[in-house]
Each structure stands twice: as structure tokens, then as C-alpha cells.
């Protein structure tokens, strides 16, 4: 019986480049967070005014910018640690993080100041957690791309 050997390589996955892509997912929930709050504050002339455990705050353009990218740097992490040790990561994470977005809501709907500031805020959460979810599912390495990513 004859072998037949080839000088062809087996074609391997083409590598995603999964930082690149969940950092653009970061800078632009941070981007656009930070773009709703001037459209919301400065140019609808709403304000952001919550009380967290008896103390009243004013939700500025620094602490939405620093709480989403926050967010979504955890969003990423978890990510990464399911990809590490769960088979069905992808399928894991987004229902954990669908369902951390939705409990979100409570935050803003219970300690938002008059009706306009807890629309307003809901909304930060509601936005952040579609560019967030939308775009880390989208990158979420299958568990045959990541056992190619190991060699």
C-alpha cells in the first residue's frame, strides 16, 4: 500500500485579534456615553441628579466616561475568564451580562431625582449594555478558535 504525502499545510483558522476588537467595544461605549451625556446635559438641559444611600450626587461627564470604561473592562475580563474555563462561554457570558444590565436598571429607576434624571440615567445603562453585549458576544472566541489560539 503507497502513502500519499502532501507538501501542502493544513489551513489553520485565521487568528482574531480579540484585544484589538474588545478595546475598540471599550473606547466606543466610552465614547458614546460620554457623547449621550452632552446631548442629554448641556444640549437638553437635563439634570442628572441621583441620591445613592442618602447622599445626593450630580452624575458629570467624568464618572459616566470612567463607570463605562470600568464596565466594560469587567464585561472583558469576564469574558476572558469563561473563555478560559467555561465550553460554552459565549452563550455563559451573555446571558450573565444581559441579565446584569437588566438588575442595572434598578439603580437609576429607584435613586434617580425626578422622573427626567431616572429616564436619563436608565438610558446610560441601557446604552452602554447593548454596545457592551452586542459587541463582546461579537468577539467571543468559539472553543475550536481558542484551542487553535493555544498553539
Known amino acids: 500500500m503507497q502513502t500519499i504525502t502532501s507538501s501542502v499545510p493544513i489551513a489553520q483558522p485565521a487568528k482574531r485579534?480579540?484585544?484589538r476588537?474588545?478595546?475598540?467595544v471599550v473606547g466606543v461605549a466610552t465614547i458614546a456615553s460620554?457623547?449621550?451625556?452632552?446631548?442629554?446635559?448641556?444640549?437638553?438641559?437635563?439634570?442628572?441628579d441621583a441620591r445613592q444611600?442618602?447622599?445626593?450626587?450630580?452624575?458629570?461627564?467624568?464618572?459616566v466616561a470612567i463607570s463605562t470604561a470600568l464596565i466594560a473592562l469587567a464585561g472583558w475580563?469576564?469574558?476572558a475568564i469563561l473563555e478560559h474555563y467555561a465550553i460554552g462561554a459565549r452563550k455563559a457570558w451573555t446571558i450573565v451580562a444581559v441579565i446584569s444590565c437588566l438588575m442595572s436598571l434598578?439603580?437609576?429607576l429607584t435613586?434617580?431625582?425626578?422622573?427626567?434624571?431616572?429616564?436619563?440615567?436608565?438610558?446610560f445603562h441601557l446604552l452602554v449594555g447593548a454596545i457592551v453585549i452586542f459587541g463582546l458576544h461579537r468577539t467571543a472566541l468559539s472553543a475550536q478558535d481558542r484551542c487553535y489560539e493555544g498553539n
Open 111 to 123: 435613586g434617580g431625582i425626578g422622573v427626567g434624571a431616572k429616564l436619563g440615567l436608565a438610558s
Open 106 to 108: 434598578g439603580s437609576p
Open 21 to 24: 476588537s474588545r478595546l475598540l
Open 53 to 63: 444611600g442618602g447622599v445626593l450626587q450630580h452624575v458629570g461627564a467624568p464618572a
Open 17 to 19: 485579534r480579540t484585544d
Open 34 to 48: 460620554a457623547a449621550w451625556w452632552a446631548v442629554l446635559v448641556p444640549v437638553g438641559g437635563l439634570t442628572l
Open 77 to 79: 475580563a469576564l469574558l
